[in-house]
């Protein structure tokens, strides 16, 4: 079942780079990046009550990942960080504030719970890139 789901991660962001016509001596690495950070979330989503501390972690590796394979290929991070973290885009979330929200309209406690849901899974992917470009922008300047 894992090597299914790093199949389809990898084939999702390789399909991804592919569209967004990321350089073709880039796409490997894009899709490990996103493969490792699906793993690690579905890795760790099983072994808590939440999901949030995966999703947070995730993203964290990925956006780690994605800087250093930037400055090793001297390319830049969003060839390897908008591809990679499309695994853990929250769109089963979206969908489902979608769905509830056409079944019972409004008024719905499930629509409400799902769009609280996913805004703090996005925030978590958020909060992680903006920490990592943080800190390789302080410890990680370059000379001028």
């Not at 690495?29 to 999901?51: A, C, D, F, P, Q």
Request: glycine share 8%; with cysteine.
């Amino acid at each position: 079942m894992i090597i299914l789901h790093a199949l389809g991660a990898y084939g999702s962001v390789i399909a991804l780079c592919i569209i967004f016509c990321v350089p073709k001596k880039y796409l490997n690495l894009s899709g490990m990046v996103g493969t490792v950070g699906w793993l690690i979330y579905i890795l760790l989503s099983g072994n808590t009550s939440t999901e949030m501390f995966p999703m947070f972690l995730a993203a964290l590796i990925v956006s780690v990942i994605s800087h250093i394979f930037a400055r090793w290929k001297k390319a830049p991070v969003t060839l390897f960080l908008i591809p990679g973290i499309l695994p853990l885009v929250p769109g089963v979330g979206m969908y489902r504030i979608v769905y509830y929200f056409m079944l019972e309209g409004s008024q719905s406690n499930m629509t409400s719970y799902y769009f609280v849901y996913t805004l703090q899974m996005a925030g978590m992917i958020a909060i992680a890139i903006f920490i990592t470009d943080t800190f390789f922008k302080v410890f990680f300047r370059h000379p001028r």
